[in-house]
Each structure stands twice: as structure tokens, then as C-alpha cells.
């Protein structure tokens, strides 16, 4: 990777300069462990630093009008655009992922882009129903102010995106903390995207760092109007325990133990090669992916078989290759979460290893477990990694008992009766569910605020065109 004035550096205020300690650490290339580069260790310093510059530089941002805001989005779109194949060769590198993660990653980062300064400009409010004869009422649209946006490692730069490009078009300004495991795709690139368009200084400021060094001080800071947080359940917690404090508002999004369920009149192919999707893209590094199978049992023996086929065929190794399914864990502390606290344990429990369990480095096997039960960590966990625990059920009622009741994000459901579908749909209680169907990614954008709940609910009509890696090999050419 080539060396940028990014490599060890903050963006703060407009200027690269290093962290107010002068550490910083090495960036690895997941698949071989190779140096890639380096970021800067800031710390609550450097933080204190960025609010102020971010706090600083609201006010004016603000007062720019919409569509110059929004031409500032475009600029930054463009220049990403023209760095496209050196980026989604930098994703694959620094997650894991492979090539066509690294272009989904890489694209929906400068969709959204183009969406947020479409928005920005649509509309600045609304007239509302006067409330008495011969009043006006106006409602209108303007900025929080400061926001603190702290990202995950597994899609680093489009889920910085989503904050950042939304936040800055209305009016905000914004102090970026990326994850320490990627802290180029998702801080330092984004930084040189600003640079290079010449966004006003503080407008965007990006602080590299661990957790406890700058993430904590950020989730933390009384600076803050906003503060926007995606990763860990337990994190989440600790960050709305502090926030509550001070009544600091706060947007979230956790973890999730999301279920799979297929019933007993399902096309079980279609389930099986969607399982592959659910619960093995990017290695199961998602918080959208299937942590629990729950099958009913009239089609148990044939789904088990189905998935294990495709699971004992794929490929996994370096995804610069060009000959892999799956690329490495994002690091020792994941593969050793999932061997040693969910697979290992729930064998230990009484689940059967039907296929997987074993890895090499970071490269880990996907994994089937079968007779899972509701007490063991392969159903109770968010699990982050490449394994399909199956539990098989005698009921409908029974699968939709065992689905609820768990924190879920998002939820597939499998049928032949596309009703029957949406009715299981509509009980689930998920943000999103999907009826043969699974990772459509229509989530957290589409929820509402206040005392509501949007569910969204896809049905897939007709067969899908999956991807080739996830074909019964029995089929392949």
C-alpha cells in the first residue's frame, strides 16, 4: 500500500499531525499478517482537540447553503470513485473480506454519498396544520450539531459513511473514531477524501486509537450533541449507562442473535445456498448474520445435508488470490471467541460437529453444528464467526417461540406459502425479516424514532440468483 500523509497521522482541524503522544501502531493485512501500513494512537487530548475544532467549525458549515453542502458530498463521491479498485483492494486487505465485499463495501460507501447530497437539497421542512385560524406553523429542519461517530471493524468504511455523509449535508459536523483493526478504510481514507476537496477545517476530524485511549473519551465527551455508536451489545450498554447521566442523546446499533427459520413446505435448496449468505458472508462477521438454524423437523435431515454440501466445498484462504469463498477472521481474539467460547462448549454440551471446527491462523472452517439446544452458547451468542448451529423443532408455533425473545436485528424465514410467510413475519420480533430471502440490508435506515417500531418485511417471489459460491457442488458445472 502506498505511503499518504494519512500513514501515523490525526485529522484534526483540517491538518494532519500526529497524536499528542506521538505513539501510533502497525495496520495488518489480515490473510498474511504483513504491515500495511499505521495509524496514530490518539488519546482524550487529541479528542478534546477535535470537539473543539468540530465545535468551532458548526457554525459556519451550517450557515453554507444546501447545495453547496451537498457539492462538497459529490466532490468527495468523485474522488472516491476515482481511487475505486485501489480502495476495494485496500478492504480486502485490512478486513478480510473478500473481492466482492470489498466492492459492495467500497460502492455503497459513495451511494451513499450521492444520497445524502440528493437529501440535503430535496427538503428543509414542511407546513404543518395550523393550529388556530390565521396562524402560520412551520416546521423546518436543522442541525444537532457536534457529532461523535465511533465505527466497527467488520464494514468500516460504509458504516462510517452512514453517519458521516447524512450528518454532514444537514449542517453537522462530525469527529470520527474508526475501529483500531481498520482504522484506514474507515477513518484515514475518509480523511483524505475531505482533504482532498477541501471540506472547511473541522468540519470532519478523524481520531485513530483503541477503545479505552479515544473511543471511550469520545463516547464520553460533554462536547458531543450526538453521539452515534455501532459494535458490541456490551459496548452499547456502557455507553447509554454513561449517556443517561446527562441525558447526552444517543443513536445505537447493537448486536443481534438473528434466526433462520425454515418450516416444513420450504424449497430446502434455496434455504441452504441462503444459509450460506446468513451465516458465512465475511466469515459471519456481521450483526446481521444467522446465529441460529431453527428447522422444522419434517425437513431437518435433508436442510442438514443441503448445508453441509455447500459448507464442505468452499474455499477458504487469501482473498487476494482469487480462489476463495472466505477469508481469514479479522483477528487471534475473534477466532479464539468463537472456537473457544461457542463451538467448543457447545460440543462439550452435546452438539454434533458435522463439518468445520478446525482453522489455521486466522483462516477458520466453516462450521456446522446439529443438535443445538437453547442452553448452549451456539444459540444463546451473537457468534461473529463462520458457523451454522442448527436446531430442529417439531412446530411452527415452536420455531417462532424460540426466535423471540433474543436481542435480533434481522430474521429470514423459509416457505413454500409466501402468507404463510409474512403471518410468521409479522410475529417475529425483528426490525427486519425476509420470507426466502436473507441479507437484503433495508435495516436500521427504516426505523423510526420516538414510540414506534417500523418492521421491515421482504418477500422474494421467484428463485433468487444467488451467489455461485454458495451452490449445492453437486450442481456445479
Known amino acids: 500500500m502506498p505511503s499518504r500523509h494519512a500513514d501515523g497521522h490525526l485529522y484534526i482541524d483540517g491538518a494532519w499531525r500526529p497524536s499528542t503522544s506521538g505513539r501510533f501502531a502497525d495496520v495488518e493485512e489480515k490473510a498474511t499478517g504483513a504491515r500495511i501500513g499505521r495509524y496514530a494512537l490518539g488519546d482524550a487530548t487529541d479528542v478534546d482537540q477535535a470537539v473543539a475544532a468540530a465545535r468551532a467549525a458548526q457554525p459556519g458549515w451550517a450557515a453554507l447553503s444546501a447545495p453547496e453542502r451537498a457539492g462538497y458530498l459529490r466532490r468527495m463521491a468523485e474522488h472516491l470513485q476515482g481511487r475505486f479498485e485501489e480502495l476495494v483492494t485496500l478492504s480486502m486487505r485490512e478486513t478480510g473480506g473478500v473481492r466482492a465485499k470489498g466492492e459492495d463495501e467500497v460502492s455503497t460507501t459513495i451511494r451513499q454519498l450521492g444520497i445524502s447530497a440528493v437529501q440535503a437539497t430535496e427538503n428543509a421542512g414542511e407546513i404543518l396544520p395550523p393550529y388556530k385560524a390565521g396562524k402560520l406553523s412551520l416546521s423546518r429542519v436543522v442541525p444537532l450539531g457536534v457529532l461523535g461517530i465511533i465505527t466497527p471493524w467488520n464494514y468500516p468504511m460504509n458504516l462510517a459513511m452512514r453517519a458521516v455523509a447524512p450528518g454532514l449535508a444537514f449542517g453537522n459536523t462530525i469527529v470520527l473514531k474508526p475501529a483500531e483493526l ?131 466445498a468452499l474455499r477458504v484462504g487469501d482473498p487476494l488470490s482469487g480462489e476463495a469463498d ?152
Not at 453521539?227 to 449507562?241: E, H, P, Y
Not at 477466532?335 to 457447545?346: C, K
Not at 426466535?403 to 417475529?428: C, H, I, K, W
Not at 421482504?458 to 453437486?474: C, F, H, K, M, S
Open 182 to 312: 481498520t482504522p484506514v478504510i474507515g477513518g484515514q481514507v475518509l480523511a483524505e477524501a475531505a482533504d482532498h476537496v477541501g471540506l472547511p477545517p473541522g468540519v470532519l476530524n478523524v481520531v485513530t486509537g483503541d477503545g479505552p485511549g479515544a473511543g471511550w473519551p469520545l463516547a464520553t465527551h460533554d462536547g458531543l450533541d450526538l453521539i452515534d455508536f455501532t459494535g458490541s451489545r456490551k459496548v452499547g450498554l456502557d455507553i447509554a449507562a454513561s449517556a443517561a447521566a446527562t441525558l447526552r442523546p444517543i443513536r445505537l446499533e447493537l448486536g443481534g442473535d438473528n434466526a433462520f427459520l425454515v418450516l416444513a413446505d420450504a424449497d430446502v435448496d434455496l434455504a441452504a445456498s441462503l444459509a450460506m449468505v446468513a451465516s458465512l458472508e465475511f466469515q459471519g462477521q456481521t450483526c446481521i448474520s444467522s446465529s441460529r438454524h431453527i428447522v422444522v423437523r419434517d425437513v431437518a435431515d435433508e436442510y442438514i445435508a443441503a448445508v453441509t454440501r455447500r459448507v464442505e
Open 326 to 477: 472466505l477469508g481469514p477472521l479479522i483477528s487471534a481474539a475473534q477466532r479464539d471467541r468463537v472456537h473457544q467460547t461457542i463451538v467448543e462448549p457447545s460440543i462439550a454440551m452435546g452438539a454434533k460437529l458435522v463439518a468445520g471446527g478446525t482453522y489455521d491462523g486466522l483462516f477458520y472452517r466453516p462450521t456446522v453444528l446439529t443438535g443445538v439446544t437453547p442452553d448452549m452458547p451456539a444459540f444463546t451468542e451473537e457468534i461473529f464467526g463462520p458457523v451454522v448451529p442448527i436446531t430442529v423443532v417439531d412446530t411452527e408455533e415452536e420455531a417462532v417461540a424460540l426466535t423471540n425473545g433474543y436481542p435480533m436485528l434481522m430474521n429470514s424465514v423459509f416457505t413454500a406459502d409466501l402468507m404463510r410467510g409474512m403471518q410468521v413475519a409479522e410475529r417475529l420480533q425483528a426490525g427486519e425479516v425476509h420470507v426466502n430471502d436473507a441479507h437484503a440490508r433495508h435495516g436500521a435506515e427504516n426505523q423510526m424514532p420516538g414510540f414506534t417500531r417500523r418492521q421491515w418485511i421482504g418477500v422474494q417471489r421467484t428463485p433468487l440468483d444467488v451467489p455461485a459460491w454458495t451452490a449445492d457442488p453437486a450442481g456445479r458445472q
